[in-house]
């Protein structure tokens, strides 16, 4: 038995029994709940690794909730939402939530989500004592502030640095254009998202081999980027 523990927070009970079955199949322990008072309760009694978050609940914003669960926990949240919940889901990003699952989603999805993250939350807890970030052939000093790949030092201009270091610390976790714009600039006017458009076509010039099939940093299509553990 994996001692991962997984909470499931979704009301439509047909999904949260799919997902059950699905975190049961493979070795994974899970709980559930139905809705946010009783995820409260499990997530302070249980304290699972990962959380499965339901935007829709009947009794309180899945939006609500993360922000009240990021007040006391960074348990990695990843957010379950239908396709017409776009703003929502970044809404979500924003209060603190690690990455989405949009409806309908597949079992191999909900497995990769699930494996993603409990990657990151395992490098979190190598990197934490180390100013090295490795990741693939990247490597990045965060005490020199220089990044190598394949051993070779980046040429990469400030904010190129600034964004790449943004990735490497959240590396698994979606960031969304305001997240990145505001980091950069630190505020979020419309300009600055085509800015971000140009810094990261020409960040990933510099790290990726084949900038059509990125490796390290994934578009995530009308919401941000997301670095990948590889
Ligand atoms: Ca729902």
């Known amino acids: ?26 070795g994974y322990s899970y709980l559930t709940a139905s809705n946010a008072s009783d995820a409260l309760l499990q997530i302070t009694s249980h304290r699972p690794d990962v959380i499965f978050l339901d935007l829709g609940l009947p009794d309180m914003d899945g939006v609500d909730l993360i922000r009240k669960v990021r007040t006391w926990s960074s348990t990695p949240i990843i957010v379950i939402s239908a396709r017409s919940e776009d703003t929502d889901k970044i809404d979500a990003l924003d209060a603190g939530a690690d990455d989405y699952l949009t409806k309908p989603f597949s079992v191999d999805e909900l497995l990769a989500r699930l494996r993603v993250t409990q990657r990151r939350l395992n490098a979190v807890q190598g990197d ?33 640095y600034k964004l790449l270091c943004l990735f ?29 458009r140009v810094f990261m076509a020409s960040l990933r010039k510099k790290i990726e081999k084949d900038t059509t099939h990125p490796r390290y940093i994934q578009t995530r299509i009308g919401v941000g980027y997301r670095m990948n553990r590889l």
């Open 1 to 26: 038995m994996n001692k991962f523990v997984v909470l499931v927070i979704e009301d439509d009970k047909l999904v949260r029994n799919l997902m059950a079955t699905t975190l049961d199949l493979h």
């Open 128 to 160: 934490k004592a180390s100013h090295i970030f490795e990741n693939g052939e990247l490597m990045v000093d965060f005490a020199a502030g220089i990044a190598y790949m394949n051993g070779e030092e980046l040429s990469l201009t400030p904010i190129e």
């Open 168 to 196: 490497c610390k959240n590396v698994g976790k979606t960031l969304t254009h305001t997240y990145l714009t505001d980091a950069i600039w630190g505020n979020t006017l419309d300009s600055d998202l085509a800015s971000l």
